[in-house]
């Protein structure tokens, strides 16, 4: 892209007030690069006193913000919020793993987290896994709930990857991340001063050199994981087994799990309740955390979420071995805890798609999910009535002429009206970025376009 689009892709955007539809655009910005967003590093987004904040991958694969009035109807940003070591090689792959995380603290400051793909040899020794590229960065705006401008704050490892903020009721602000490239621990790392200093990483899911075979002499355990809220102070994960294999590593990866943090006693346990000593390792997640055994099949992890029994519900990605290699079908498979077992669903209703899902009672779910169709690509809500056994596409909140949609996880404390940012088709490898919630984008000025 040429330094003068660039540079008119990231100015500020006007704002909607007094605007006509015919005068609007539905898309916020259109220099989301790449695979902008994903579900993997959330929230994207939080909705806080009437205003939704969302972040993407910009130009360059630096990290971006933008906010939205809800009364007032106007858009400000995006605004450029950092700068990442990826990106900069014009002659490199896109990387696509530093897309940024974003999180208010209890003083209404905004922290983003970005910019990590497992650090790089010259930043020192990784104790907990190994390098690859980038380095992860923790900024924060300067001013509360002012994404205008913001400051680097050098108080975490930049040996990270897959950033995620879980954010307890009393404040507390969980760091969750792998701590390097593939062959590297999951931690966390908590602060309780509202993100200006955290406490050394913690090992949750422990990545180790296990018996290879004549093929594939190294082989390693480790792991794709998602942390959220659960009830209380307590950390729900959901998370699945990648066979990190060398040499000629692919992306393999098999089963589903799930357990349970209890922060105020600091201890790992399963569904059941039974503790489980961190860092969780392969033997102790298939004993005591499986929540299928795919086999053959290869898997993705998905999202988690509790009903209002405090049983989770979760969903990911299950198919052939050579379709999720090259990003090819993969279906949506959703488990619920019943109390006493895991029941899949048995509808054959659900999209090839990608998602996060809302939960009421045991029987009721509805997944909001991101796919491909006949037409180009849709962002849909699922619902199921009857705990799974039938699932049933209930409205349709976006629907774009092309294929090729990317989307974020839910919002924290998501308006109606912006539930997930999607990233769209734009010019080259840049996407427009639409906030879409359930009267579908929320539009902006077209004068800014």
């Known amino acids: 892209m040429k330094p003068l689009l660039i540079l008119l892709l990231t100015l500020p955007i006007a704002n909607l007030s007094g605007q ?6 539905d898309y916020f910005a259109d220099n989301g690069l790449s695979n902008t967003v994903k579900t993997m590093q959330h929230p994207a987004g939080e909705h806080h006193d009437g205003i939704t904040y969302v972040c993407y991958q910009g130009p360059l694969e630096d990290p971006y913000v933008a906010a939205y009035d ?19 090689d014009p002659s490199a792959k896109i990387d696509n793993h530093g897309k940024p995380a974003m999180i208010i603290d209890d003083a209404g400051y905004i922290h983003l987290v970005f910019g990590g793909h497992g650090g790089l040899p010259e930043q ?17 705006s300067k001013r509360p709930l002012d994404i205008t401008e913001w400051e680097e704050l050098n108080n975490i ?34 602060s ?20 290879g075979t004549e093929q594939h002499p190294v082989i390693y355990d480790t792991w794709y994981a998602w942390f ?3 009830e209380g102070n307590d950390i729900i994960a959901t998370f699945n087994y990648h066979v990190c294999k060398g040499p000629d590593h692919d992306g393999e990866r098999h089963d589903s799990y799930y357990m349970v943090f209890d922060t105020e006693e600091g201890r790992w346990h399963s569904v059941t309740g039974k503790e489980v000593a961190a860092p969780v390792t392969k033997d102790m997640a298939d004993r005591d955390l499986l929540v ?9 992890r998905g999202a988690v979420r509790l009903d209002a029994d405090g049983n989770p519900h979760l969903i990911f990605y299950r198919g052939e071995q050579m379709g999720l290699k090259h990003g090819g079908p993969k279906e949506v498979v959703y488990y619920r805890w019943t109390g006493t077992a895991w029941i899949e669903d048995q509808s054959d209703g659900l999209p090839v798609a990608t998602g996060d899902l809302v939960v009421s009672d045991p029987l009721r779910a509805e997944l909001l999910l991101a796919g491909n169709t006949a037409e180009g690509a849709e962002l849909a809500w699922w619902r199921t009535r009857d705990g799974g056994k039938s699932f049933a596409k209930e409205k349709v909140l976006y629907a774009l002429g092309e294929r090729g949609v990317v989307t974020t996880a839910i919002i924290r404390n998501a308006h109606p009206d912006a539930r997930v940012v ?12 639409y906030l879409v919630g359930d009267g579908g984008a929320v539009r902006r000025s077209a004068a800014a376009d």
């Open 20 to 25: 006509e539809v015919s005068d609007t655009v």
């Open 70 to 88: 809800h009364d007032k109807k106007e858009w400000s940003g995006p605004y450029k919020a950092g700068e990442s070591l990826l990106g900069k």
């Open 124 to 140: 020192g020794v990784n104790p907990l896994g190994n390098h690859h590229d980038g380095a992860m960065k923790h900024v924060v």
């Open 157 to 190: 490892p930049t040996f990270g990857t897959y950033n995620q903020f879980v954010k307890l009721d009393n404040g507390d602000i969980y760091l969750f991340y792998r701590h390097g490239a593939h062959r590297s621990d999951w931690v966390y790392q908590l």
């Open 192 to 211: 309780t001063d509202n993100g200006r200093t955290f406490a050394p990483p913690v090992s949750v899911l422990n990545s180790k050199r296990t018996k």
């Open 228 to 230: 959220d809220n659960g």
């Open 292 to 300: 299928e055994d795919s086999g053959d099949l290869w898997t993705v």
């Open 422 to 433: 999607i990233g769209g088709k734009g010019q080259g490898e840049f996407r427009r970025m």
